[in-house]
């Protein structure tokens, strides 16, 4: 072929021109009913309530019963985030659910939630970026509807990382809680949703991981569960030198003031990496941000949409409030972008 762009049959393929934009229309959270206070777990790892809340900011999380499943939980959350958009199901064009603790290899979660919602035949998939799973899916969601591969996604990060935690294990065991957060994304005539910074660090990569893989499980007679274990000063530091300018990027990227932020949601990680990045990034103190680990643990791919739930639902945050959003985690993965909430 002499023209690299023109294929010697003379047929080009049609594509729609990229128009519009995207913006979340919708919240919704889902939150396991029973509450476990760091009184529940430090006796099995020799700790003590005050160590926790000093070093992590944690008081309490919930814990999801044994028969509720991250499909479970995901339905209850996206069934809230649907009512409020106005929209059933059968508006969805493209589930996806960003998870680690889904467990089974296949098939995804997002397709029994699609079948589950009445969102059939919607395409769907799951996401596997943990603790930046929910910012992942955002920047797919913004992409997918800019460029007219869907007009309505629906998108949850949710977890139960309940079955991966080892209670035993004193460097996770206190930090880990289950939930879901949902949002639904739509159309918009002005940008909803800023570019999306993001990457990951596969030299870090058994940072957080799962003790080992079920194919070692299967061939060790089922010697130790695959529970989770963290590097967590690794971890930590990684966190607090490399996301804050991340998410300056971000900020940069869309063209927004940190003073003009409405909200800082970062993930739910620990409290004292949010603290050095709000000092780190000089944000100023009329910004509220958010600190749902204190009663939620950290959630991995849920942290960010229940915190930025549970900011609206308290009103620390209004709609139109523009936030900037940040997940970090196993992956080492990342993800920042500015929003406007719903
Ligand atoms: O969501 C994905 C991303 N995850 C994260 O971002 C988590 C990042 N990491 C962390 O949040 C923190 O590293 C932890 C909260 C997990 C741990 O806090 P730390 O300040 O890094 O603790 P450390 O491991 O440096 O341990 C400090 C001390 C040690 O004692 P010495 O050597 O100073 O005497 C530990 O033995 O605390 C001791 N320690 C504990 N004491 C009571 C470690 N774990 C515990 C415990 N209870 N559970």
Same mark, same amino acid.
């Given at each position: 072929?002499?023209?690299?762009?023109?294929p010697?049959t003379?047929?080009?393929?049609?594509?729609?021109?990229v128009?519009?934009?995207?913006?979340?229309?919708s919240?919704?959270?889902y939150?396991?009913?029973r509450?476990?206070?760091?009184?529940?777990i430090?006796d099995?790892?020799d700790?003590?309530?005050?160590?926790i809340?000093?070093?992590?900011g944690?008081?309490?999380r919930?814990?999801?019963?044994?028969?509720?499943?991250?499909?479970?939980?995901?339905?209850?959350?996206?069934?809230?985030?649907?009512?409020?958009?106005?929209?059933?199901?059968a508006?969805?064009?493209?589930v996806?659910?960003?998870?680690?603790?889904?467990?089974?290899?296949?098939?995804?979660?997002?397709t029994?939630?699609?079948?589950?919602?009445?969102?059939?035949?919607a395409?769907?998939?799951?996401?596997?970026?943990?603790?930046a799973?929910?910012?992942?899916?955002?920047?797919?969601?913004?992409?997918?509807?800019?460029?007219?591969?869907a007009?309505?996604?629906?998108?949850?990060?949710?977890?139960?990382?309940?079955?991966?935690?080892?209670?035993?294990?004193?460097?996770?065991?206190?930090?880990?809680?289950?939930?879901?957060?949902?949002?639904?994304?739509?159309?918009?005539d002005?940008?909803?949703?800023?570019?999306?910074?993001?990457?990951?660090?596969?030299?870090?990569?058994?940072?957080?991981?799962?003790?080992?893989?079920?194919?070692e499980?299967?061939?060790?007679?089922?010697?130790e569960?695959p529970?989770?274990?963290?590097?967590?000063?690794t971890?930590?530091?990684?966190?607090?030198w490399?996301?804050?300018?991340?998410?300056?990027?971000? +900020?940069?990227?869309?063209?927004?003031?940190? /003073? #003009? =932020?409405?909200?800082? !949601?970062?993930?739910? $990680?620990?409290?004292?990496i949010?603290?050095?990045?709000?000092?780190?990034?000089?944000?100023?103190?009329?910004?509220?941000?958010?600190?749902?680990?204190?009663?939620?643990?950290?959630?991995?791919?849920a942290?960010?949409?229940?915190?930025?739930?549970?900011? +609206?639902?308290?009103?620390e945050?209004?709609? /139109? #409030? =523009?936030?900037?959003? !940040?997940?970090?985690? $196993?992956?080492l993965?990342?993800?920042?972008?500015?929003?406007?909430?719903?």
């Amino acid at each position: 072929m002499s023209d690299t762009t023109v294929p010697a049959t003379g047929h080009r393929l049609t594509a729609p021109p990229v128009t519009g934009y995207a913006r979340f229309l919708s919240t919704g959270s889902y939150r396991p009913e029973r509450v476990v206070p760091n009184s529940e777990i430090v006796d099995r790892i020799d700790s003590s309530d005050q160590w926790i809340r000093e070093r992590s900011g944690i008081e309490s999380r919930r814990f999801a019963r044994p028969d509720e499943s991250v499909v479970d939980m995901a339905e209850a959350a996206s069934r809230v985030a649907l009512e409020r958009a106005g929209l059933t199901g059968a508006d969805i064009d493209v589930v996806l659910v960003a998870t680690v603790t889904h467990p089974y290899q296949t098939p995804s979660a997002a397709t029994l939630l699609a079948h589950r919602l009445g969102a059939t035949p919607a395409a769907a998939f799951d996401i596997s970026a943990a603790c930046a799973g929910f910012c992942y899916g955002v920047a797919l969601a913004n992409d997918m509807i800019r460029a007219g591969t869907a007009r309505h996604v629906l998108l949850v990060g949710v977890e139960k990382l309940t079955d991966f935690l080892d209670l035993d294990d004193r460097g996770s065991a206190f930090i880990f809680g289950d939930g879901a957060g949902a949002v639904v994304v739509g159309p918009s005539d002005t940008p909803g949703i800023g570019p999306t910074v993001w990457g990951s660090d596969g030299a870090q990569w058994d940072a957080i991981v799962n003790k080992q893989s079920w194919v070692e499980y299967r061939d060790s007679g089922h010697e130790e569960w695959p529970a989770l274990k963290m590097a967590g000063q690794t971890v930590f530091r990684w966190a607090v030198w490399q996301m804050s300018p991340v998410a300056q990027k971000a +900020l940069d990227a869309a063209g927004v003031a940190i /003073g #003009d =932020l409405g909200a800082f !949601i970062p993930h739910q $990680a620990n409290v004292r990496i949010i603290d050095a990045m709000v000092k780190q990034m000089g944000l100023p103190e009329h910004v509220p941000v958010s600190r749902d680990i204190a009663t939620s643990g950290n959630t991995s791919a849920a942290s960010v949409p229940l915190a930025m739930d549970r900011m +609206l639902a308290e009103g620390e945050a209004k709609s /139109g #409030d =523009l936030a900037l959003l !940040i997940g970090f985690g $196993a992956g080492l993965a990342y993800a920042a972008q500015v929003v406007e909430l719903p």
